[in-house]
């Protein structure tokens, strides 16, 4: 607790002793002081009361041994068993499936992160401030949003096709919500229309690669976001985060974008209605912060048939007033080109429904991003004083941006600002609201198991796409080669067909 001053035993941070990688994943979300304990000592467990442990590895037992009788120990397993799976192996779950919303009596269908990590966090989250609670300690977090916001609001345009004319109807509805836009930009659709290059460049612009698709080869994808870096510096534009095509994630793709030192990168087969996170990687987390959006875009709609732009809007609005409502992070995508270009009405609807909000940061992707690492690298403990008292005190001491702390208290919480490294708080005189701890989100989209195909398994194993040119596509490997000869078998039969 290098920085720290205080003798007496802390009640926050928790100490984590050999505990699975998803709980920190969720703890660094929330906002909890947590540090983990690397070496066992009874002297390093003198540093907090509350030491959280998992007993499907550690035995109670062998812990006690080196705590007093003021230590308070959580077994996170118990938490574990409440769950029909395991929550923290969920959380860690990088695979994807195809779910689906419902929209009047229709329903749209995207393929996203297999779990539910926003829900699978509250439980969690829940849960382990119920045991610290219930064992007399107090639960604070860092709020989610620079003071004195209560909720965030950003929009992810993908710019797909090289229809400047779309873009161009797209920027004039844009114009209510530019301060939180961010524009994800593939250079092939764009690298040759100068004026959309240029109104990009005085906007939050990103990367969405040169080609319009990730690859199953982590050397294919290191050339395709080089190639996109590259057109985007050559307009200006310094990317520092990424969104994958059809929200694909790989650790491969992760480790390109370590390589580039992207900072963030937004992938919903990963995770979607969320609080950003770091993904881990197996054996560390990844240094590439994931930011998560609502994965439902009006292509959706128009797949399952419904193509107005003001039924688009209504649930798109409706999404994202439920989330700001429960204070947390409302990300909205959709797409310009041959869509919101030509549908100004879902704009209008999602401007008005952030700026009939209170409280909502506004903010580009960058912006989220920065913020949340910043964040991130806080240390700071809460240490109890007499009288339902407590000190909160920060190490390193930095003000870049307001902050806010939050008390939980039952379903009740309450909100005061950060004024300095060492602030003292009577608990009892404090003003608390209560909690909405995601109570008014709609529930997570049903998941579908659709049965194995065999066309399906060949696309997989040959990396089937159709946007990078014959010519580009490396003959080195056997999957390579045959998509190179399917592709060039495709294009005879277009062509016998054309005459």
């Known amino acids: 607790m290098k920085g720290f001053f205080s003798p007496i035993p802390a009640a926050l941070p928790l100490l984590l002793w050999k505990t699975p990688p998803g709980l920190e994943q969720v703890l660094a979300q929330e906002g909890v002081p947590f540090e983990v304990v690397r070496d066992a000592h009874p002297f390093v467990f003198r540093g907090s009361r509350y030491i959280v442990f998992d007993g499907r590895v550690t035995p109670r037992a062998t812990l006690a041994s080196m705590l007093t009788a003021e230590h ?13 799976s395991d929550p923290f192996a969920s959380l860690l779950d990088t695979r994807a499936t195809r779910a689906s919303w419902p929209v009047g009596f229709h329903r749209v269908s995207e393929r996203v992160a297999r779990r539910p990590r926003a829900s699978i966090r509250r439980r969690v ?23 004195p916001y209560r909720s965030a609001f950003s929009f992810r345009a993908d710019l797909d096709e090289p229809v400047p004319e779309d873009y161009l109807r797209f920027a004039a509805a844009r114009e209510p919500l530019a301060d939180c836009c961010t524009h994800f930009v593939s250079t ?31 050397e294919a994808n290191r050339v395709n976001l080089e190639r996109a870096h590259r057109i985007l510096a050559g307009w200006g534009i310094e990317a520092t985060g990424f969104a994958a095509p059809h929200g694909r994630w790989s650790p491969g793709l992760d480790d ?54 003001q039924v688009i809007g209504d649930y798109l609005a409706s999404v994202v007033e439920a989330r700001l409502s429960a204070g947390e992070l409302a990300v909205a995508y959709g797409h310009p080109e041959r869509r919101l270009g030509r549908m100004p009405e879902v704009m209008a609807a999602l401007a008005r429904v952030v700026e009939e909000s209170s409280l909502v940061w506004r903010a580009t992707f960058t912006s989220i991003a920065r913020w949340w690492r910043w964040r991130a690298e806080r240390r700071w403990l809460v240490i109890p004083r007499e009288a339902g008292r407590i000190e909160i005190q920060f190490s390193d001491w930095d003000d870049e941006y307001p902050m806010a702390v939050e008390i939980h208290r039952g379903a009740f919480s309450a909100s005061i600002p ?16 209560r909690s909405n701890d995601g109570a008014e ?20 194993a040959i990396d089937w796409e159709t946007v990078t040119p014959l010519g580009e596509i490396p003959a080195t490997t056997l999957p390579n080669r045959v998509k190179r000869g399917l592709r060039w078998w495709k294009h005879r039969q277009g062509r016998a067909r054309a005459s």
């Open 125 to 147: 989250v829940g849960r382990l401030r119920s045991a610290v609670t219930a064992a007399g300690g107090a639960w604070v977090r860092l709020a989610p949003f620079p003071y």
């Open 72 to 84: 308070v120990a959580i077994d996170v397993d118990a938490i574990r068993r409440e769950e029909l």
């Open 418 to 433: 950060v004024t300095g490294p060492r602030m003292i708080l009577s608990l009892g005189n404090l003003v608390y609201e």
């Open 256 to 309: 390109v974008m370590e390589d580039f030192g992207y900072r963030y990168s937004s992938d919903f087969q990963l995770g979607y209605d969320d609080y950003p996170f770091f993904p881990w990687k197996g054996d560390r987390f990844s240094r590439v912060l994931q930011i998560p959006v609502h994965p439902v875009c009006e292509g959706l709609f128009i797949e399952a048939g419904i193509g107005e732009g």
């Open 188 to 218: 092939h659709a764009y690298s040759h229309h100068p004026a959309v290059l240029r109104d990009l460049g005085a906007h939050d612009a990103q990367s969405h690669g040169h080609f319009h698709h990730v690859y199953r080869d982590a």
């Open 441 to 460: 989100l709609p529930e997570p989209p049903m998941i579908e198991r659709p049965a194995p195909s065999l066309k399906n398994a060949v696309r997989a």
